[in-house]
């Protein structure tokens, strides 16, 4: 596929993959250069504090030295106390972060960031041998306009989609399709267990967050069996990108480069992982991965910003056709308990064969922003009793207490980012207003898309269930597990 103006727009992108300033609403944003990345090691600051170890290879996050004042120590305090993670014994030979990247909201000097991979964004757009794919996460459509200073909670799915295609993106699609999917597996799923009376090893936990699936296998590995095996949306998406996308649009997989754009940093270690590259492996080319690059909310800004694409002004576009829409159930997904309650919605139909009453579409029990909920869920042939995590050190007592029997769950939904995916590691930075007003607002917008939704439940999305027709068969299905399911 030819790209118009492609002289130009290669010169620009060009100039974006080695650019190290970020200009937004009229002032220069500084941020760490790219050059010079370095690890830390944990050195004793004036007053007794410590920055941060952050490996070199670490796949998500990086520390630039030079940016670091390491008597501040704010990043030590955060991932210590409020992530749990600094301080706790790992099994040798792993690294003690789970990149979450909520250390790089601490950081006020602005040392700790996001590995930045927006450059090879920029470099396979401008290559005319590439069809760039996009897959944008509910989370962001909310939080990008606050890095052109609108309001946060401002839905810019639109001017997203259009500032893309103006960027040269050959195809934008919406994760919230494969979120609808992920529920349609991990609904049947839950169900299975339930039937299966694996009630004797309770709850099923979830799986889509990459850093509470990381933090359960550092500490908790004993709970790894109770994880759903459903792939996380960005990576169902992947697989279906390089398989059944392709094959309809007639595009030659391997000249595909699909980008995700998602709020989280743990995304760029989980595209890496073994198990990934499902559809290479369906094409006998394993090296061929699902996702090829994971970028953040901010990186997103920095690649339109530094390619010189006005997002203010950018006119709103749709969704490609295929792949490109999803029901209210998987926009809520970037919200905390939003996954626990898209998956009771599904679960409610596939138990009962008829949709769910109406307070289904409106779960109090499971929203809000405590960091521990409970509800006790009447699904009609029978009743559930689920939790909802958001912030991974409160997981902890959770599981502690699961361990002990002091609780009993049939489903645990954990994010491991304050609010869930709304509060990602890789969001924009609060600026003005408090970070839980920020989130709340977020999380209001997201409410708010879905409540104006025709389609609320996955399984009623027709291309859900033209996906199922056409190639997946059914969830739990042969070509289902292979490609949509992996084994934590």
Same mark, same amino acid.
């Given at each position: 596929?030819?790209?118009?103006?492609?002289?130009?727009?290669?010169?620009?992108?060009?100039?974006?993959?080695?650019?190290?300033?970020?200009?937004?609403?009229?002032?220069?944003?500084?941020?760490?250069?790219?050059?010079?990345?370095?690890?830390?090691?944990?050195?004793?600051?004036?007053?007794?504090?410590?920055?941060?170890?952050?490996?070199?290879?670490?796949?998500?996050?990086?520390?630039?030295?030079?940016?670091?004042?390491?008597?501040?120590?704010?990043?030590?305090?955060?991932?210590?106390?409020?992530?749990?993670?600094?301080?706790?014994?790992?099994?040798?030979?792993?690294?003690?972060?789970?990149?979450?990247?909520?250390?790089?909201?601490?950081?006020?000097?602005?040392?700790?960031?996001?590995?930045?991979?927006?450059?090879?964004?920029?470099?396979?757009?401008?290559?005319?041998?590439?069809?760039?794919?996009?897959?944008?996460?509910?989370?962001?459509?909310?939080?990008?306009?606050?890095?052109?200073?609108?309001?946060?909670?401002?839905?810019?799915?639109?001017?997203?989609?259009?500032?893309?295609?103006?960027?040269?993106?050959?195809?934008?699609?919406?994760?919230?399709?494969?979120?609808?999917?992920?529920?349609?597996?991990?609904?049947?799923?839950?169900?299975?267990?339930?039937?299966?009376?694996?009630?004797?090893?309770?709850?099923?936990?979830?799986?889509?967050?990459?850093?509470?699936?990381?933090?359960?296998?550092?500490?908790?590995?004993?709970?790894?069996?109770?994880?759903?095996?459903?792939?996380?949306?960005?990576?169902?998406?992947?697989?279906?990108?390089?398989?059944?996308?392709?094959?309809?649009?007639?595009?030659?997989?391997?000249?595909?480069?699909?980008?995700?754009?998602?709020?989280?940093?743990?995304?760029? &270690?989980?595209? $890496? #992982?073994? @198990?990934? /590259?499902?559809?290479?492996?369906?094409?006998?080319?394993?090296?061929? +991965?699902?996702? !090829?690059?994971?970028?953040?909310?901010?990186?997103?800004?920095?690649?339109?910003?530094?390619?010189?694409?006005?997002?203010?002004?950018?006119?709103?576009?749709?969704?490609?056709?295929?792949?490109?829409?999803?029901?209210?159930?998987?926009?809520?997904?970037?919200?905390?308990?939003?996954?626990?309650?898209?998956?009771?919605?599904? &679960?409610?139909? $596939? #138990?009962? @064969?008829? /949709?769910?009453?109406?307070?289904?579409?409106?779960?109090?029990?499971? +929203?809000?922003? !405590?960091?521990?909920?409970?509800?006790?869920?009447?699904?009609?042939?029978?009743?559930?009793?689920?939790?909802?995590?958001?912030?991974?050190?409160?997981?902890?007592?959770?599981?502690?207490?699961?361990?002990?029997?002091?609780?009993?769950?049939?489903?645990?939904?954990?994010?491991?980012?304050?609010?869930?995916?709304?509060?990602?590691?890789?969001?924009?930075?609060?600026?003005?207003?408090?970070?839980?007003?920020?989130?709340?607002?977020?999380?209001?917008?997201?409410?708010?898309?879905?409540?104006?939704?025709?389609?609320?439940?996955?399984?009623?999305?027709?291309?859900?269930?033209?996906?199922?027709?056409?190639?997946?068969?059914?969830?739990?299905?042969?070509?289902?597990?292979?490609?949509?399911?992996?084994?934590?």
């Amino acid at each position: 596929m030819k790209k118009e103006n492609q002289s130009t727009r290669r010169e620009f992108l060009k100039a974006a993959a080695f650019g190290a300033g970020l200009l937004i609403g009229g002032e220069q944003i500084a941020f760490a250069q790219r050059r010079g990345v370095d690890a830390g090691q944990g050195r004793q600051g004036r007053q007794g504090r410590r920055a941060l170890s952050i490996a070199s290879d670490n796949p998500s996050i990086q520390l630039q030295r030079s940016l670091c004042r390491r008597e501040c120590g704010r990043c030590v305090e955060l991932c210590r106390d409020t992530t749990t993670v600094y301080g706790q014994s790992v099994p040798p030979g792993e690294d003690a972060c789970v990149y979450c990247g909520q250390c790089t909201f601490s950081c006020r000097y602005n040392a700790i960031t996001e590995k930045y991979h927006y450059p090879a964004t920029a470099r396979a757009i401008a290559d005319p041998d590439k069809i760039v794919i996009a897959s944008t996460a509910p989370a962001i459509r909310v939080a990008l306009g606050e890095m052109y200073r609108l309001a946060p909670g401002t839905n810019v799915e639109g001017k997203i989609v259009g500032a893309l295609k103006k960027l040269g993106v050959d195809h934008v699609i919406d994760t919230t399709f494969a979120a609808d999917l992920t529920i349609m597996e991990e609904a049947s799923e839950l169900l299975q267990r339930l039937e299966k009376n694996d009630a004797k090893n309770p709850p099923m936990f979830t799986s889509c967050c990459p850093a509470w699936v990381r933090f359960a296998r550092l500490f908790y590995p004993g709970v790894l069996p109770n994880l759903s095996t459903a792939k996380s949306p960005v990576m169902m998406q992947g697989a279906l990108v390089k398989t059944w996308f392709a094959q309809k649009t007639g595009i030659n997989p391997e000249k595909i480069v699909h980008v995700a754009l998602t709020p989280c940093t743990a995304k760029k &270690a989980e595209i $890496l #992982l073994p @198990g990934m /590259n499902a559809a290479g492996v369906s094409h006998g080319k394993p090296g061929m +991965r699902d996702v !090829d690059i994971a970028l953040t909310c901010r990186e997103l800004a920095h690649l339109l910003n530094e390619s010189k694409v006005d997002f203010a002004r950018s006119q709103d576009a749709p969704y490609n056709s295929l792949m490109g829409a999803g029901s209210g159930a998987g926009m809520i997904f970037g919200n905390t308990g939003g996954v626990a309650e898209a998956a009771l919605r599904t &679960a409610y139909k $596939l #138990l009962n @064969g008829k /949709n769910p009453p109406a307070e289904f579409l409106d779960l109090q029990p499971v +929203r809000g922003m !405590d960091s521990v909920r409970q509800a006790s869920v009447d699904l009609g042939k029978r009743r559930l009793s689920v939790a909802v995590v958001h912030g991974i050190g409160k997981a902890r007592p959770v599981i502690e207490s699961i361990r002990g029997g002091a609780r009993k769950f049939d489903f645990v939904e954990v994010m491991a980012c304050p609010g869930g995916c709304i509060g990602g590691g890789g969001q924009p930075p609060n600026s003005g207003m408090s970070a839980a007003r920020v989130k709340q607002l977020r999380l209001d917008a997201l409410y708010k898309r879905d409540a104006g939704q025709e389609i609320r439940l996955s399984c009623d999305n027709p291309q859900i269930k033209a996906i199922y027709g056409e190639f997946l068969d059914k969830p739990l299905g042969e070509r289902s597990k292979r490609l949509l399911h992996i084994a934590i």
